[in-house]
């Protein structure tokens, strides 16, 4: 799975408090059981990350989503060290698209390409809207959307320097710091 978020940690990354703020957040006529339910869906899909064949997620962070205290300073901190902790799995690899990329091809928004074996059926992509929830399967939309992902990976910090840039924003906002 590619997944590219611009102004979230990805639904995957993400810690049980964080995702209840972005949810909670993003849709206000929610109420408490809905935002729950959601929250739950979401922690019981990040099974799949650690299960007996994990599924292999390579994610780019907008340094912005890193920035953004969803949830406030302590919540934030939380996340970005539980970010550290799950790209210690080898299946899992994250890196951070810096402000100092400047323009680039996924200002448009956030997408994710789920990736199939053939026995189960084409790839994908998912982006979500305020208009709604979209799945193309157009092999024109897949090779679209991959090769705004190859050049996101291109302009990202590596995985390395993207784990030492979260390590210091998770030590700023220990020490009060937050954005810098």
């Known amino acids: 799975m590619l997944n590219y978020e611009c102004l979230f940690i990805p639904g995957l990354l993400q810690t049980e408090r964080y995702a209840r703020a972005a949810i909670s957040g993003v849709l206000p ?17 990040q099974a799949a990350l650690t299960k007996d064949q994990p599924l292999k997620l390579w994610a780019i962070v907008d340094e912005a ?14 996340q970005l060290e539980h970010l550290l902790e799950v790209t210690e799995l080898p299946t899992v690899h994250l ?3 810096p402000f100092e990329a ?16 053939e026995a189960i059926g084409p790839d994908l992509v998912y982006t979500e809207t305020q208009a709604g929830n979209l799945f193309l399967e157009e092999e024109a939309d897949i090779a679209r959307y991959s090769l705004v992902f190859t050049h996101l990976r ?3 910090l590596s995985p390395s ?5 979260i390590k210091t924003m998770a030590e700023d906002q220990h020490e ?5």
């Open 161 to 165: 320097a993207s784990a030492s840039l």
């Open 102 to 117: 400047g323009a680039h091809p996924g200002m448009h928004g956030s997408f994710v390409i789920m990736n199939f074996p």
């Open 154 to 156: 291109a302009g990202a």
């Open 176 to 180: 009060g710091r937050g954005a810098r």
């Open 95 to 97: 890196q951070v698209l």
């Open 65 to 78: 989503a890193l920035r953004r205290a969803v949830g406030g300073r302590e919540v934030l901190r939380e």
């Open 29 to 45: 006529e929610c109420g408490r059981d809905e935002i729950e339910h959601r929250v739950d869906a979401r922690m019981q899909r």
